[in-house]
């Protein structure tokens, strides 16, 4: 099984290059969740899901090399669970995350990074609301409190 620090690379690693909507590295997101679901009190396998949690998503890494990766498959299984889906329902998305064991405490994290109101305040207006209240909808959808 690849550690900790080893998931971590391989993150770094399929991420590289990549910035966020304000413009940042993109490895600081995925260290920010990893952090935030440590601090929640994750395990190592919910801390491997975080530093992955987007990169399926965003086409760092194929479900197939992850389905092949030395990791645990709870590990596979949540970040599998964050991964959106074109054209899914945000209702479907969140029933995923919510049945995955673990999966929860990692879109907690990355919800919490995602809507940092210094994060938000360097975006655009429009852009700013739209993210609000997007992220507000998927906690209600996850039954977050705020």
């Known amino acids: 099984m690849l550690t900790t620090a080893e998931v971590e690379a391989l993150?770094?690693?399929?991420?590289d290059g990549q910035t966020d909507k304000a413009g940042r590295p993109y490895a600081e997101h995925l260290?920010?969740?990893?952090?935030?679901v440590r601090e929640r009190g994750g395990g190592p396998e919910q801390i491997a899901a975080a530093w992955l949690h987007d990169a399926v998503e965003d086409g760092a890494l194929s479900a197939d090399r992850l389905a092949r990766a030395a990791l645990a498959e709870a590990t596979k299984a949540m970040v599998?669970?964050?991964?959106k889906r074109d054209g899914e329902p945000p209702e479907a998305?969140?029933?995923?995350i919510l049945a995955t064991p673990g999966a929860l405490l990692v879109k907690t994290a990355d919800l919490a990074h995602n809507a940092d109101p210094a994060r938000l305040a360097v975006l655009d207006g429009p852009t700013r609301e739209r993210l609000t209240a997007k992220y507000a909808r998927m906690r209600a959808l996850l039954g977050l409190a705020g």
């Open 80 to 83: 599998l669970a964050v991964t």
């Open 11 to 15: 993150a770094r690693r399929a991420h």
């Open 93 to 96: 998305y969140a029933a995923r």
């Open 31 to 36: 260290a920010a969740v990893a952090d935030g």
